[in-house]
Nanobody, 122 residues
Framework: QVQLVESGGGLVQAGGSLRLSCAAA????????MGWYRQDPGKQRELVAT???????NYADSVKGRFTISRDNAKNTVYLQMNSLKPENTAVYYC????????????????WGQGTQVTVSS
């Protein structure tokens, strides 16, 4: 069983910063890609940023230059540093892990966290 435990969401004023953390718990050998997605009520979940085990990153255009994703492979943890926050960044943010190896041969394709609310006031 693999779980993703998120922390760090909350309420912040526009222009402020928040740092989200997500730790993968369970018997894990490695994780290929970890990332963050956001979802607004009534809308589909969308990419914010991802990072591979080798450190390669991918960002949504709307957050480039303001958000930074990083990970600690030894701790199976991914972080999202969010700076210069805007009201439109308000959403529930979900942590994701793709291709989670729980043994040498067996991997879980996709694991999601429960989500953490980020609210940016104007």
């Amino acid at each position: 069983q693999v779980q993703l435990v998120e922390s760090g969401g909350g309420l912040v004023q526009a222009g402020g910063s928040l740092r989200l953390s997500c730790a993968a718990a369970g018997s894990i050998r490695s994780i290929n890609v970890m990332g963050w997605y956001r979802q607004d009520p009534g809308k589909q979940r969308e990419l914010v940023a991802t990072i591979s085990s080798g450190g390669g990153t991918n960002y949504a255009d709307s957050v480039k230059g303001r958000f930074t994703i990083s990970r600690d492979n030894a701790k199976n943890t991914v972080y999202l540093q969010m700076n210069s926050l805007k009201p439109e960044n308000t959403a529930v943010y979900y942590c994701n892990a793709k291709r989670v190896y729980v043994s040498y041969w067996y991997s879980i394709a996709d694991v999601w966290g429960q989500g953490t609310q980020v609210t940016v006031s104007s």
